[in-house]
């Protein structure tokens, strides 16, 4: 059995200066929600005696470098909790002798409705058209 923990969001929202609503937004989908489904997987898998089972999580690039621009420092550090998360988890693991395993892909821009959502589709366009994106299927295909 297999979790693909894949959910994620960001909103332009400083550290210094970001709205306190779109922060907890952020940790809400971002951490809260993926620890969450990990939990139930887990949970799930013990009670079907499966010991072979993995958890993945769709973690990005900056689950493991920061970026310059001040408005995605809260979602970086998000994505920071996530890497912190898969080790948290895989000690837990390691500590129960168990076989299910946890692991993480951290992808680059995905041409999805992320920037989209974030900005708008002008500034989605104009990002996705600066470089060569990951598609969705890269994703599916590295998983």
């Known amino acids: 059995d297999v979790c693909i923990n894949n959910a994620g ?9 970001g709205e306190y609503d ?10 809260l929600g993926l620890m969450m489904c990990s939990k139930e997987a ?8 499966i ?11 900056s689950g493991i470098r920061t970026t310059k621009g001040s408005g995605g420092h809260c979602y970086v550090a998000t994505k920071f909790a996530v890497t912190a998360i898969r080790e948290g988890i895989r000690n837990e693991l390691r ?15 995905v041409e999805t409705d ?8 002008k500034t989605a366009s104009s990002v996705y058209s600066s470089m060569k ?3 969705e299927e890269d994703i599916r295909d590295a998983i």
Do not use: Y
């Open 133 to 135: 994106c990951l598609q």
């Open 22 to 31: 779109q922060w907890k937004h952020m940790f809400d989908v971002n951490v």
């Open 95 to 109: 500590e129960m002798k168990s076989n299910i395993r946890i692991s993480q892909v951290c992808p680059g821009f």
């Open 9 to 17: 969001l960001a909103h332009e929202a400083p550290l210094l200066s």
């Open 51 to 61: 010991d072979d089972g993995h958890i993945i999580l769709v973690n990005s690039m």
């Open 42 to 49: 887990f949970t799930l898998m013990k009670e079907n005696n």
């Open 114 to 121: 992320f920037v989209q959502r974030q900005f708008d589709q």
